[in-house]
């Protein structure tokens, strides 16, 4: 297992190199740049301010520059929030994002295995379907109609929430349940449907027949040794869940104001403000790359024959 484990932490630094050399480019190759605006600037400011910045330089050379700075963990200047550099303005909004991305998965957890679960063991009864029903409608409506859904009925209805706010900034622990109960829903229907599928495939496998001959209790037989097996699918789609979860939150974040990163991310790319740009892109990229790694390791754990390939 500890030879599968450097092997896979060693197969992340190319993965990330090429990640940032991606976007280090492909962001300079889109039409514009930071300093243009409605009204040009003179060439000689334009000319001193892309001085300071050294984009008077080659490409290759700014390249160069950036990666050593990248290597010390630095992102460099925002381009636009002049008095931020790029880790300011990521670690100020990096938490919100997480607390809220870990919350709705947590939430898309519990109730998408749990409900996975009853639907298998209950197959063809009210148990199966309204679950199964909730799943389709999860897949079906697109976050950026259900955000808002939720926001009209809730708030601007009945009143129940805030529209807008966020826990950790001292507003009230309740702000937090609409954002979560959006971003977790479609999660929820991808966990439960593949909960259901996996369990209903164990539980027709032969050594659970087996298990069942031998006269072990049904509970033992669905919690200790089905459940193992099949939840393999959803361990493996945990990995870049997770990460979309924090992507996916860039809609939430709009329609209740969470002061998370997707506002950046989305101001940044309007505004062509490159580091910021690659600094978020990084940021993605490693938790995806992080909870991918992780998501082998409890992989290899629950199936050894993974770590032995």
């Not at 297992?1 to 896979?8: L, N």
Request: one cysteine or more.
């Amino acid at each position: 297992m500890t030879k599968y484990i450097i092997k896979r932490l060693i197969g992340m630094i190319p993965t990330l190199f090429i990640i940032v050399t991606l976007s280090f480019f492909i962001v300079r190759i889109a039409p514009g740049g930071p300093f243009d605006g409605e009204r040009a600037l003179p060439e000689a400011v334009k000319r001193n301010i892309e001085a300071k910045y050294h984009m008077d330089e080659p490409l290759i050379v700014q390249y160069g520059r950036y990666m050593f700075d990248v290597i010390r963990g630095d992102l460099g200047p925002s381009y636009k929030y002049k008095d931020y550099d790029v880790n300011t303005l990521i670690g100020v909004s990096l938490p919100n994002s997480v607390v809220l991305g870990s919350m709705a998965m947590a939430v898309a957890l519990l109730f998408g295995i749990s409900l996975g679960v009853l639907a298998a063991v209950r197959q063809n009864t009210l148990l199966d379907y309204i679950p199964m029903s909730l799943a389709a409608l999860g897949l079906s409506i697109p976050l950026f109609v259900f955000a808002p859904f939720l926001q009209q009925v809730f708030c601007m209805t009945l009143g129940w929430f805030p529209t807008t706010g966020w826990f950790m900034n001292d507003a009230p622990v309740r702000t937090a349940v609409l954002p979560v109960i959006a971003l977790s829903f479609a999660y929820y229907a991808d966990i439960a449907r593949l909960t259901r599928s996996s369990m209903v495939e164990t539980l027709r496998s032969d050594y659970i027949r087996t298990a069942r001959a031998k006269g072990m209790k049904n509970s033992t037989i669905i919690f200790k040794h089905a459940m193992k097996g099949a939840m393999l699918p959803v361990v493996s789609y945990l990995g870049p869940a997770f990460a979309g979860i924090l992507t996916g939150s860039i809609v939430v974040e709009q329609v209740f104001l969470v002061p998370g990163l997707g506002k950046f991310f989305v101001q940044s790319s309007f505004n062509r403000d490159y580091t910021l740009i690659v600094g978020v892109v990084i940021v993605y990229s490693v938790i995806l790359i992080v909870m991918n790694f992780i998501v082998d390791i409890v992989y290899a754990y629950l199936d050894p024959r993974i770590s032995y390939k």
